[in-house]
């Protein structure tokens, strides 16, 4: 396997730049306006590299993960890498490994003897593949979802979360089900062994099979606000005795329970405002490595995790320290924590073997990739991919993990990307434009590593600043709640404030000032955008909100109470939920605004930003509108995400009156002949 030659992150306050923007030129350097630099990225080139690896999952000395491809409809296969080093796709051609439990799935998959069980996208049904043979389905069809497989170590029994939509006049059931794998049972949509929660995730059997463990949790709760971690033994035929609630609440997140090899729980807990690692001996919880870092994340999919077992006595762990992600291992006997030497970051899930470390990783200068790292010397191989495209490095601009000042005294997070292309530099008096971006989520977070998205707009000239605001996760949980009942304030502040800051600082033109975000970023971006219509100059909101109560009372049902932490209860703060939806101020609007949407979304209906452009375009402002056939929440078609990188820069260079250097194609803005762009800060 070629090695990997893991890039230091660099903190240089411009990038790699060397200095700020329209110092003196190194030589070959041309000088041109900021946003009109040709780019050796493009937005092909981005779309290409838009595979996404996930679930790592290790069976024997076989390599498991799931690709998402964008070339091929977004569709999600399980790849294997075999002793050998030879790659292949393992599930059939056409097939689509996803599920819409929660609608945002993950834990799609699993592995056991090289027997893969799965859910089929197409139809929602658990199927079993042998190798060389083809898929059979374990479940009837029917409106059941399922995800988060468990094997038991016998074989003989699968367990998983089933969603249930066949009660049409209520909400979606969830239960952990039991699914006999031997014999000649009769095909059935699960047997019921836990329930009489709202939600359920991450059934883990012990090593000898007789005992689970899992998490549930209640509305209005989301996991990461409060979750319990409940244990039971297994019968031999199959069912659940003696369920025992061992930690967790309503102010008290569980994540990622298992079990060492002699058969100890453990679990991660935030009952310290940190998520950190514990473990259940003797009756009595005990931390394993108290420390003021984060080994959680919020569960949004199935199947994350960020510790696993190297051998009997140690842990692999990834932790986030002011919102970077490190590995390193753990003696279970001591405690004693031992960082890895590399600089890969770490994605959402770890697995391990005696010497190494195989996560979806990357770094500042790295895609990322599924790797392997030593765990004695912090070297790392690829195992594969995510692009096969090459940028030499002086195109690639680095982030700066900047704090700034923000509202109320305190102080947010965020990464800063300078502008940076080895051929050109921008005029001595001018000043970058700056496109803030702010995360879906909101309780997420974005990491330092190599984002291709982020590098198509800096090697073109323009800074971007990628903002983890109050609320994001990484920080610990205080910070996770400063959004608690300031979602439309915190943020957008956080957002505004990085703006300014950078700005004043003279890294930014405050006249071209720019926000962009997806999903719940999305509503942050539509919210910046009114209640703040004298900072940003343009925006650009990708399946964002812009009605709130409309959309608590047209989601799902994992998100259908998120809202009551971030906004109040619905109806009784319906008051709050309109004084933050900017449908019902954009007369406070004064830019221009370019929204994206798939028609296929179930998470952000399609009325949501349709509504938005309705409004914007009767105030007479310059708005772009366009929707996507196929698409559901977040795109994952490569035709998609080139129209709308191209689309986006085309706007752009539209409002701001400039010429992008690449031939990309118009997009229809109506009421453009109207605008008039402020002009651009000079030095």
């Known amino acids: 396997m070629p090695l990997i030659a893991p890039a230091r992150l660099m903190h240089a306050a411009y990038g790699i730049t060397g200095g700020p923007p329209g110092a003196s030129l190194p030589p070959g350097q041309a000088t041109a306006p900021y946003g009109t630099w040709k780019s050796p990225l493009t937005a092909r080139a981005v779309a290409a590299g838009g595979l996404q690896f996930s679930s790592v999952i290790l069976d024997g000395d076989d390599i498991y993960w799931l690709e998402r491809r964008p070339e091929e409809g977004g569709?999600?296969?399980?790849?294997?890498r075999s002793p050998d080093g030879r790659i292949a796709d393992v599930t059939p051609g056409g097939t689509n490994v996803r599920t819409r439990v929660h609608e945002y799935g993950g834990g799609a998959y699993s592995v056991s003897h090289g027997i893969i069980y799965y859910s089929e996208f197409t139809d929602q049904r658990v199927y079993r593949l042998e190798p060389g043979g083809v898929p059979r389905p374990l479940t009837p069809p029917g409106d059941w979802f399922y995800a988060d497989y468990a094997i038991n170590p016998s074989r003989t029994r699968l367990i998983c979360v089933r969603e249930d939509h066949t009660l049409m006049e209520r909400e979606a059931v969830n239960t952990l089900v039991s699914l006999t794998l031997d014999g000649p049972e009769p095909m059935t949509a699960g047997t019921v062994v836990a329930s009489g929660h709202d939600f359920c995730s991450t059934p883990r059997f012990s090593p000898d099979g007789s005992r689970l463990a899992w998490l549930a949790w209640r509305h209005p709760c989301m996991p990461w606000d409060g979750s319990e971690l409940w244990t039971a033994d297994v019968t031999r035929d199959g069912r659940l005795e003696h369920l025992t609630r061992v930690a967790g609440g309503g102010d008290e997140s569980i994540f990622q329970p298992g079990w060492s090899p002699d058969g100890t729980l453990y679990f991660v807990s935030d009952r310290t405002l940190w998520w950190n690692l514990y473990r259940l001996r003797a009756g009595q919880v005990e931390a394993v490595h108290p420390m003021s870092a984060e080994l959680g994340r919020p569960q949004w999919q199935f199947g994350t995790s960020t510790w696993a077992f190297a051998d009997e006595s140690h842990l692999v762990v990834a932790y986030a320290k002011n919102g970077h992600w490190r590995l390193a291992t753990i003696d279970a006997s001591t405690g004693v924590l031992a960082p890895v030497g590399t600089d890969l970051q770490p994605g959402e899930g770890v697995a391990?073997?005696?010497?190494?470390?195989?996560f979806v990783g990357g770094s500042a200068l790295a895609l990322d990739a599924v790797v392997g790292v030593d765990l004695a010397t912090g070297r790392a191989e690829t195992i594969q991919v995510a692009s096969a495209v090459k940028i030499a490095p002086e195109y690639l601009s680095t982030p700066d993990a900047i704090e700034f000042p923000t509202d109320g005294g305190l102080t947010a997070h965020a990464f800063y990307y300078g502008p940076r292309n080895r051929d050109f530099a921008g005029p001595p008096d001018e000043r970058p434009p700056l496109i803030v971006i702010s995360h879906?989520?909101?309780?997420?977070?974005?990491?330092?590593?190599?984002s291709l998205d982020i590098q198509y707009w800096t090697s073109r000239g323009f800074a971007v600043v990628d903002v983890n605001y109050g609320g994001s996760s990484g920080y610990g949980r205080a910070y996770r709640q400063r959004l608690n009942?300031?979602?439309?304030?915190?943020?957008v502040a956080d957002c505004v404030n990085a703006a300014t800051y950078l700005a004043a600082q003279g890294k930014a033109d405050a006249d071209r000032l720019i926000i962009r975000g997806n999903s719940?970023?999305?509503?942050?971006?539509?919210?910046?955008?009114t209640f703040h219509p004298e900072v940003f100059?343009?925006?650009?909101s990708y399946y964002g909100i812009s009605d709130i109560e409309v959309m608590v009372r047209d989601t799902h049902k994992f998100e259908s109470r998120y809202f009551d932490s971030l906004l109040g209860p619905y109806p009784a703060k319906r008051d709050v939920y309109r004084a933050r939806s900017p449908i019902h101020f954009v007369d406070r609007l004064s830019c221009p605004l370019i929204l994206f949407q798939g028609l296929?979304?179930?998470?952000?209906?399609?009325?949501q930003s349709r509504m938005m452009a309705d409004a914007v375009r009767a105030k007479g402002l310059p708005v772009a509108f366009l929707t996507f056939e196929g698409e559901q929440h977040g795109f994952r078609q490569a035709d998609t995400i080139v129209r709308c990188l191209e689309a986006e820069l085309f706007f752009y260079g539209a409002v701001f009156r400039f010429t992008p250097a690449d031939a990309v194609p118009p997009v229809p803005v109506d009421n453009l002949d109207l605008w008039k762009p402020p002009p651009h800060s000079s030095r």
């Open 352 to 358: 391990a073997t005696r010497t190494h470390a195989v």
């Open 537 to 540: 100059k343009a925006g650009a």
């Open 75 to 80: 569709r999600s296969v399980v790849v294997k």
């Open 520 to 529: 719940a970023g999305g509503y942050t971006t539509l919210a910046a955008l």
């Open 600 to 607: 296929e979304d179930k998470v952000v209906p399609p009325n």
């Open 440 to 450: 879906g989520g909101p309780t997420a977070a974005r990491r330092a590593t190599l």
């Open 485 to 491: 009942g300031q979602w439309g304030v915190v943020d």
